[in-house]
Nanobody, 124 residues
Framework: QVQLVESGGGLVQPGGSLSLSCAGS????????MGWFRQLPGKESEFVAT????????YYADSVKGRFTISRDNAKKMVYLQMNRLKPEDTAVYFC?????????????????WGQGTQVTVSS
């Protein structure tokens, strides 16, 4: 079983940056694909970024490519999302998630474990 806890959300000005962290647990953490999803106001959760078990591959939603960076540190059982040049439309609750298998995946239903979410608000 994998437990995930996000942190780092908050209020930021458009064009600013914010770093999110996800603290994981469990002996098998390093075998899981990790991902970030976000739930925009009034919408279903959408894919943001994913990273493979050994950090060899990453994939991003088109809306965040070039602005967001996902990374992981398996020794620390941590996953990160560095968000730069933030836009108001990035405002959402951001969730860290784990998927068995190890390959990069973007489909929400393939993720088994989810964190509690952390609010990111981009506003002047």
């Amino acid at each position: 079983q994998v437990q995930l806890v996000e942190s780092g959300g908050g209020l930021v000005q458009p064009g600013g940056s914010l770093s999110l962290s996800c603290a994981g647990s469990g002996r098998t953490f390093s075998t899981y694909t990790m991902g970030w999803f976000r739930q925009l106001p009034g919408k279903e959760s959408e894919f943001v970024a994913t990273i493979s078990r050994n950090s060899g591959r990453t994939y991003y939603a088109d809306s965040v490519k070039g602005r967001f960076t996902i990374s992981r540190d398996n020794a620390k059982k941590m996953v990160y999302l560095q968000m730069n040049r933030l836009k108001p439309e990035d405002t959402a609750v951001y969730f860290c998630a784990a998927s068995p298998g190890g390959d990069i995946v973007a489909l929400r239903t393939l993720y088994t474990y989810w964190g509690q979410g952390t609010q990111v608000t981009v506003s002047s």
